[in-house]
């Protein structure tokens, strides 16, 4: 008869509402910040009878959620290099930097001297057998 136990995996992030901590960090600063940028909108501004401040706070808030998934699929350092690559801010071509080489052989090795060649044991001169 077969068990079922319970397994904490220690590696899985902890998840709330689907989001990391962090990510619900962000989350809050970006409705925040997008209340106040909608609120200080001119009034004037209308798109069919809708305050231009409601799309840009479903933008702001919209991205916000965007970028916290995209850190789930790739680190931050990861989209910073790609964004900076095809943007064409980074040299393409890298050439390396002389180098002096390195001398041989080393100065700071010292070889001992060789001791002459020689067999442990000595051949005995035999007679050949008559």
């Given at each position: 008869?077969?068990?079922?136990?319970?397994?904490?995996?220690?590696?899985?992030?902890?998840?709330?509402?689907?989001?990391?901590?962090?990510?619900?960090?962000?989350?809050?600063?970006?409705?925040?910040?997008?209340?106040?940028?909608?609120?200080?909108?001119?009034?004037?501004?209308?798109?069919?009878?809708?305050?231009?401040?409601?799309?840009?706070?479903?933008?702001?808030?919209?991205?916000?959620?965007?970028?916290?998934?995209?850190?789930?699929?790739?680190?931050?350092?990861?989209?910073?290099?790609?964004?900076?690559?095809?943007?064409?801010l980074i040299?393409?071509?890298?050439?390396?930097?002389?180098?002096?080489?390195?001398?041989?052989?080393?100065?700071?090795?010292?070889?001992?001297?060789?001791?002459?060649?020689?067999?442990?044991?000595?051949?005995?001169?035999?007679?050949a057998p008559r």
């Amino acid at each position: 008869m077969s068990q079922v136990h319970k397994v904490i995996v220690l590696n899985k992030p902890l998840k709330i509402f689907d989001f990391t901590p962090i990510q619900l960090i962000m989350h809050v600063i970006s409705v925040v910040s997008a209340l106040l940028i909608a609120t200080n909108m001119p009034k004037e501004w209308k798109f069919n009878n809708v305050p231009a401040g409601v799309f840009v706070f479903v933008a702001i808030v919209g991205a916000s959620i965007v970028l916290g998934k995209m850190s789930e699929v790739k680190p931050w350092m990861w989209w910073k290099n790609l964004v900076i690559y095809r943007l064409g801010l980074i040299p393409t071509t890298i050439v390396p930097k002389p180098e002096p080489a390195p001398l041989y052989p080393d100065p700071n090795i010292i070889e001992t001297k060789k001791k002459t060649e020689g067999y442990y044991v000595e051949a005995q001169d035999q007679a050949a057998p008559r």
